[in-house]
């Protein structure tokens, strides 16, 4: 990789920052709130874009090393089960995110009109076994469930959602302790040593 490319990765990941400081910015304008009022910040872990949750969750890391204000996480399939419960979607409901590498995040939920509760937990499965479900009837919701399941009801955790399900909650944490959804263990492969290309006649 040549200067321009690290120069240009590094202004493009400088650039993610500063949109993200403006998102924040405009939401604290809108709200008619000071950044010193901000009493505790909630952050989405996951499982989503893990690229995305990383940043939102430096943005939180900084934010309280500033403020030292409270910091909790929440999970995208919590998120998702309050939205279910908010589209009158009930009964036993299964929730699936794309996990990439032809798998799916999946939990299941039974959601009432006054409550929802895990059945059961986030887990790494295969198209085939949600396919199966939905096939039995089950009602299946995420992001791009339709993308695989056509009779499936889309829908993305909410910044509202999240916000509302946090103010319920107690239980918060350092933000060095913040971490991504990511149920793969994480992987590293050493690169194979550089070919030498004998130099021509």
Do not use: H
């Not at 202004?11 to 400081?21: C, H, Q, S, V």
């Not at 910040?41 to 940043?55: D, E, N």
């Amino acid at each position: 990789m040549d200067d321009g490319q690290v120069r240009g990765r590094a202004e493009d990941g400088g650039a993610r920052g500063r949109r993200a400081l403006g998102l924040v910015e405009r939401a604290l304008r809108e709200a008619g709130l000071e950044r010193e009022e901000v009493e505790c910040i909630a952050v989405g872990l996951g499982p989503g874009s893990y690229t995305g949750i990383r940043s939102a969750i430096a943005l939180a890391q900084g934010w309280q090393l500033a403020r030292e204000i409270p910091t909790i996480g929440i999970n995208s399939v919590d998120c998702l089960a309050a939205a279910a419960q908010q589209e009158n979607i009930w009964g036993r409901v299964s929730i699936v995110i794309d996990a990439q590498r032809n798998e799916l995040y999946l939990a299941a939920y039974e959601v009432e009109a006054s409550a929802w509760r895990e059945t059961e937990r986030l887990r790494l499965a295969g198209v085939d076994e949600v396919r199966a479900r939905v096939e039995k009837g089950e009602k299946v919701v995420g992001p791009e469930v339709a993308k695989w399941f056509p009779g499936g009801r889309t829908l993305f955790p909410d910044a509202a959602l999240l916000g509302r399900l946090s103010a319920r909650r107690n239980d918060f944490v350092p933000s060095e302790k913040l971490e991504p959804i990511y149920l793969r263990e994480t992987a590293f492969v050493k690169a194979p040593p550089a070919r030498v290309i004998p130099a021509g006649p």
